[in-house]
């Protein structure tokens, strides 16, 4: 009769990691279940909306922002901790957004100053 020695403790934690038989099957289940959708060109005077809200945002405001970003709308909810007219860059906590990409932003404070 045979005798087994005792498992380390990292053996024993091997049997009850999960298995990932198909290498990138999450990664495909995920790019499947992503809605591509082609970017919305704005109108005149939607730009135009955005351009005056634009210039009342300052840093530190909390605001939402859909913008565009790799086929598909994102929207992001934070406090703007840049905002550069030149570079034309809005950045939400970490998110850095240009300008061109931005659908809509909206925030209490912007709506009490632009009465929308």
Known sequence: MAIRGKMSQADRAKQ????????????ALRMKEKITVDKIELSE??????D??????NRG????????YEEEYLKVTG??????????V?????TKIAFDDIYDIDSEQ???????
């Open 79 to 88: 406090m703007v901790s840049r905002l550069d007219l030149t570079a034309r």
């Open 52 to 57: 005056q809200k634009l210039h009342y945002i």
């Open 45 to 50: 005077e939607r730009k135009e909306v955005l």
């Open 110 to 116: 912007l709506n009490q100053k632009l009465n929308f």
């Open 90 to 94: 809005l950045k939400v906590v970490n």
């Open 16 to 27: 009850f990691m999960p298995f990932a038989a198909l290498k990138g099957y999450e990664d």
């Open 61 to 68: 405001d909390i605001v939402s922002v859909v913008y565009f």
